[in-house]
């Protein structure tokens, strides 16, 4: 689907389109799934934070003031749900790693989704870090448009980039092949 049909979709969604809106939901999904999963670390979870975003979604597309923006906004409703559940997990002291769905991931477009070495690479990672490459890889985002979502400075998220793929790189180095 091109941006054009993207943003005639949007259009129709914020008019009450249930399909159009449906649409849009199964062209981001795998996106959203990826990038959920590795933000929480997998886990039931995952699926819970991604029907918040897209109930909100739903609920609030009528608010969407640039259609063509769509998925960047998506996006942010997830990020901040993410954050959330973060948030419980540390507060609550649990946090669950395993996940059967994995499988479910791989992809043409992200062929190491599924090592378990780059998913203990992934953990390494603080928060913002985890936040700025899951945009950047799973969502598809340029550092300009990951510093809109996150309301920071360009330069701090290309810095933020490099420092946890340095991080991820030294870690994978370390480990037994």
């Known amino acids: 689907m091109n ?6 979709h949007v259009l129709l969604a914020r008019n009450g389109d249930t399909a159009a809106f449906c649409k849009l939901y199964e062209l981001y999904y795998k996106d959203m799934y990826r990038y959920a999963y590795y933000m929480l670390g997998g ?9 918040e975003t897209v109930l909100d979604a739903f609920t609030g597309i009528k608010k969407l003031k ?13 990020t901040t749900k993410c954050k959330r559940q973060i948030a419980t997990y540390i507060k609550n002291r649990e946090h669950i790693n395993d996940d059967p769905d994995f499988d479910n991931l791989k992809t ?8 378990v070495d780059v998913r203990n690479a992934f953990s390494t ?14 969502g598809g985002y340029t550092s300009r448009e990951v510093a809109r979502i996150l309301k920071s400075r360009e330069g701090t998220i290309r810095s933020l980039k490099s420092r946890a793929f ?6 994978l180095k370390e480990e037994p092949a």
């Open 3 to 8: 941006k054009d049909e993207i943003t005639a």
């Open 125 to 138: 990672l603080n928060e913002m870090e985890k936040t700025v490459v899951s945009l950047m890889v799973f």
């Open 166 to 171: 340095n991080k991820m790189s030294e870690y």
């Open 66 to 78: 640039h259609p063509a923006k769509f998925k960047a906004w998506i996006f942010q409703i997830l």
């Open 43 to 51: 886990g039931d979870d995952v699926e819970d934070v991604i029907s």
């Open 108 to 115: 043409e477009d992200h062929p190491y989704a599924l090592s």
